[in-house]
């Protein structure tokens, strides 16, 4: 058997005294070492470090193939590090794995926090908003950051989604001699942060609700958005589940794409909007919700630029639907697919009509009323009525 090329050790502050016999066996072995520079000089390999490319790039490693190699990474190199990333490209029996503690080990063990029930963050490389979905009183929280200047940043961005009132306990250089772990407020902060550092956060401040039918304004919207009482009975016909991917034809908002990737882990949304404007505000909603990494939106028009989608699990189409659109996507959808169409105008709701007397399914009128001042009393206003047709291919 033909022993690994590739080593990926995780290595702590602790620098060499740290790793293991098998771990200090393969690194003085390597012929070519990779790492940051606080790697190469925590694990002092003098003329064998090569420091990681900027921006990171996995393609420099892979090109060593063949060539005694290892790859130095702080701690549990495949809990948000380099191990992922480069054994997607590598078939087994290429490279072998030596973690060392993660962060997220070491800190929970400092703070006595249960690790099981705590959430773990990599912000070292992704946008604080990834955070939003999960800041909720009572959830605990641990985020490794990209520098002692970022955490100034979290702090801000707390304060600016009403977590002022949080805890936030500062772990700088766990495990090694540098060790320090403070405790503060977003408003109290000090001023000396030493790198590498993580922060434990128990957030105060309003969590977002879990139920469908998130307040309206909370996405930016020019007046064309599901209303929030039809969104959540559309929500409830596609029912999300986790690892899904929706269709979202004519995205306007993002708000049935937003929704959906909060309903379940590891879902998927692709939005197919022709208007640039929406297209565009789509998009900062969703960065605004911490979702843009798992929402693509394309700007065409529906039915040609359903070929540039991935298959779907489910399928929404929230207005303008055409006989022409439903018969370019029928045939297209895999068996089971669930497709929930809203219509709001007299044409539409014909056409779902005749469509649901042949394609089968369900078709739901939605009549919704809201109090309206009346004169010096209040009375009721009327929203246009809504019919959803719900039906699985």
Known sequence: MVDPWLSIIGLGEDGLSGLTSASRAAL????????GPRHLMLADVGARGRDWPVPFSVDTVLACQGRTTVVLASGDPFWFGAGGSLTAHLTPGEWRAFPAPSTFSLAAARLGWRLEETLTLGLHAAPLQRLRPLLAPGQRIIATLRDAAAVAELASYLTGQGFAASTLHLL??????????????????????????????????PALPRA??????????????TKRPVRALTLSALAPRP???????????????IEWLLAAPATRAFGLEADAT??????????????????TVTEA?????????????????????????LTTLWPVLPSGTRLVANAVTLESEALFTQWSATKGGTLLRIELAESQPLGRKRGWQPMRPVVQWSVTR
């Open 28 to 35: 003085d072995a390597a012929e070519i070492v990779f790492g």
């Open 172 to 205: 700088e250089c766990l495990g090694g001699p540098r060790e320090r772990i403070r405790a503060a407020t977003p408003a109290t902060l000090p001023q000396d942060i030493t790198a590498p550092v993580a922060v434990a956060i128990e957030p105060a401040g």
């Open 212 to 225: 469908a039918g998130l307040p309206d304004d909370l996405f930016a919207n020019d007046g064309q958005i």
């Open 243 to 257: 690892g899904e991917t929706l269709w979202d034809i004519g995205t306007g908002s993002g708000s049935i794409s």
């Open 278 to 295: 929406r297209a565009a505000r789509a998009r900062s909603n969703a960065e605004t919700f911490g979702l843009a990494h798992r929402y």
């Open 301 to 325: 028009k529906a039915p040609e630029g359903l070929s540039l989608l991935p298959r779907p699990d489910a399928v929404f189409i929230g207005g303008g639907a055409t006989g022409a659109l």
